[in-house]
């Protein structure tokens, strides 16, 4: 079974602090992606990769930032952590063949 | 632009009634569509898939859908709703149909709640 791991469940931070959100999944998958998943919102990409040190924008990227040195691990960055970006992180990993997203199991964060 | 609307974003069922979902789309090519369900503080798990071929998909838990093309619809079925259904489902369209960017547009999310 493909897993995807994100390194923290829950995360509480300080505003302006610099957060890392990693993920990691172990099926050589090409893509990877970021949401953030908000109540009535439901999921809004932030950011995805397709290959190594390769990423796009999603639809709502500003204020974040991602890194992709290896195929397995795809980091988010908040630069300067703010309270608004208080929310589940969703990670997920896919074979462009299948088009099917697996999706790690979130990181819950609070910024104070 | 492809886009999906989930009509309806709580639905409520008795216990061992039939569980309906709706989901409609707009895709400007023939679409890969998905159902994904989620239990409270985890992630997305897949339920069932359309990419090509048959139009009714069974999935995971006894659910199943049904891809009709003149409608643009994707709706979630089970015939009877268990307690353990309670959760939230997300249907989702792949970005270009034959999702070679393999982003995946999903619609706002239906919580379904079971009564006993």
């Known amino acids: 079974d493909v897993k995807v791991t994100q390194s923290s469940r829950y995360l509480v931070k300080r505003t302006g602090e610099k957060v890392f959100l990693e993920c990691v999944q172990d099926?050589?998958?090409?893509?990877m992606f970021w949401y953030r998943q908000d109540p009535g919102l439901g999921l809004r990409l932030i950011y995805f990769?397709?290959?190594?040190?390769?990423?796009e924008k999603g639809d709502i990227p500003e204020g974040y930032s991602v890194s992709r040195e290896k195929k397995e691990r795809f980091s988010l960055i908040l630069e300067s952590a703010s309270t608004n970006q208080t929310s589940m992180y969703l990670c997920?990993?896919?074979?462009?063949?299948?088009?099917?997203?697996?999706f790690g199991p979130g990181t819950r964060l609070t910024v104070l | 632009a492809q886009s999906v609307t989930q009509l309806g974003s709580h639905v409520s069922v008795s216990e061992g009634a039939l569980v309906l979902l709706r989901c409609n789309y707009s895709?400007?090519?023939?679409?890969?569509l998905f159902w994904y369900v989620q239990y409270p503080n985890q992630g997305l798990q897949l339920l069932l898939k359309?990419?090509?071929?048959?139009?009714l998909v069974k999935g995971i838990n006894g659910f199943e859908a049904e891809f009709k093309k003149s409608e643009t619809s994707f709706h979630l079925t089970k015939p009877s709703a268990h307690m353990s259904d309670a959760a939230e489902y997300f249907c989702?369209?792949?970005?270009?149909?034959?999702?070679?960017?393999?982003?995946?547009?999903f619609g706002q999310g239906t919580t379904l709640q079971v009564k006993p």
């Open positions: 099926m050589d998958h090409e893509n």
């Open positions: 989702a369209v792949s970005d270009d149909g034959s999702s070679n960017t393999g982003k995946l547009i």
């Open positions: 990769s397709y290959d190594v040190k390769m990423k």
């Open positions: 895709s400007s090519v023939p679409p890969y």
């Open positions: 997920a990993s896919s074979l462009t063949s299948s088009g099917e997203q697996f």
């Open positions: 359309y990419t090509t071929g048959a139009t």
